[in-house]
T-cell receptor
Framework: EAQVTQNPRYLITVTGKKLTVTCSQNMNHEYMSWYRQDPGLGLRQIYYSMNVEVTDKGDVPEGYKVSRKEKRNFPLILESPSPNQTSLYFC????????????FGPGTRLTVT | LAKTTQPISMDSYEGQEVNITCSHNNIATNDYITWYQQFPSQGPRFIIQGYKTKVTNEVASLFIPADRKSSTLSLPRVSLSDTAVYYCLVGDILGNDMRFGAGTRLTVKP
């Protein structure tokens, strides 16, 4: 089954404790992206990757890191999480880019206390 | 920047046609317009995409006027299961200046 998986689905952590949210897709997609979703703000792009070893900043990259060492994986790293990073996070992938149909993961709800 | 603006919410009744409009005054030449549907506790799901004029698939139609400064998602004969949040997205293939709208919460009543 074609899908995007994210782990963990729920995470509660404390300020400053490094964490990684994993994302994996099995569709051989070139493009992968991370979004955060906050009430009233919709979806905002954090980082995206057009291909392996190619990443670029989205609208709200501050406080986040990503890597794309393999085509299928695109982890999101929070080196020192803060309460303002409490949000719902989605990973997505597509064949060619934002203008292609994006497949979204189920989401990761992160709470930073 | 192609800022996108959508109504916050809309109500409808089963069997009616629903039209949701997204405004994107600063759309660029290379930008496409894509609509997504999102149910609670799920990721968004692709509905339809277009560049200009009209696009139709098995679930919706997308109308884009010649100036491309707006687009209208049309859902024919909605049912209760169409209750969801609908997002428009404007962006080019590289993701330059891509923008999701804030979403329109559609509530379909019996």
């Amino acid at each position: 089954e074609a899908q995007v998986t994210q782990n963990p689905r729920y995470l509660i952590t404390v300020t400053g404790k490094k964490l990684t949210v994993t994302c994996s897709q099995n569709m051989n997609h070139e493009y992968m992206s991370w979004y955060r979703q906050d009430p009233g703000l919709g979806l905002r792009q954090i980082y995206y990757s057009m291909n392996v070893e190619v990443t670029d900043k989205g609208d709200v990259p501050e406080g986040y890191k990503v890597s794309r060492k393999e085509k299928r994986n695109f982890p999101l790293i929070l080196e020192s999480p803060s309460p303002n990073q409490t949000s719902l996070y989605f990973c997505a992938s597509s064949l060619g880019g934002v203008s292609d149909e994006q497949y979204f993961g189920p989401g990761t709800r992160l709470t930073v206390t | 920047l192609a800022k996108t603006t959508q109504p916050i919410s809309m109500d409808s009744y089963e069997g009616q046609e629903v039209n949701i409009t997204c405004s994107h005054n600063n759309i660029a030449t290379n930008d496409y317009i894509t609509w997504y549907q999102q149910f609670p506790s799920q990721g968004p799901r692709f509905i339809i995409q277009g560049y200009k004029t009209k696009v139709t698939n098995e679930v919706a139609s997308l109308f884009i006027p010649a100036d491309r400064k707006s687009s209208t998602l049309s859902l024919p004969r909605v049912s209760l299961s169409d209750t969801a949040v609908y997002y428009c997205l404007v962006g080019d293939i590289l993701g330059n200046d891509m923008r999701f709208g804030a979403g329109t919460r559609l509530t379909v009543k019996p």
